[in-house]
């Protein structure tokens, strides 16, 4: 089974950054597409950015397009995502996920393992 846990989540400014991690160890697996998702307060949980395995490919959601960055280092079993000129609306719980696919995962019922999330608020 593998485990995957987040951090460098925390409160920052409208306009700030954050950088996130996810560490994922366990069983070895290979091929397996990431991403992260967040879920607001009384909002459906939504898909953020995704990467493939070898990192060549990755998509994000259109609402962080130009502002979040998602990457992997498959050496160090971690993920990242680099979120630039946040605003008050990426305030959410964010979540490190593994897609059940080979390809890029866009859509959250595509992710079947997921970390505890790590909470990220941008204030105003």
């Known amino acids: 089974q593998v485990q995957l846990v987040e951090s460098g989540g925390g409160l920052v400014q409208a306009g700030g950054s954050l950088r996130l991690s996810c560490v994922y160890s366990g069983r070895t697996f290979s091929g397996g597409a990431m991403g992260w998702l967040r879920q607001a307060p009384g909002k459906e949980r939504e898909f953020v950015a995704g990467?493939?395995?070898?990192?060549?490919?990755?998509d994000y959601a259109d609402s962080v397009k130009g502002r979040f960055i998602i990457s992997r280092d498959n050496a160090k079993n971690t993920m990242y995502l680099q979120m630039n000129s946040l605003q008050p609306e990426d305030t959410a719980v964010y979540y490190c996920?593994?897609?059940?696919?080979?390809?890029?995962?866009?859509?959250?019922?595509?992710?079947?393992?997921w970390g505890q999330g790590t909470q990220v608020t941008v204030s105003s």
């Open positions: 990467i493939t395995w070898d990192d060549l490919n990755s």
């Open positions: 996920a593994i897609a059940s696919t080979l390809a890029l995962a866009a859509t959250r019922n595509e992710y079947d393992t």
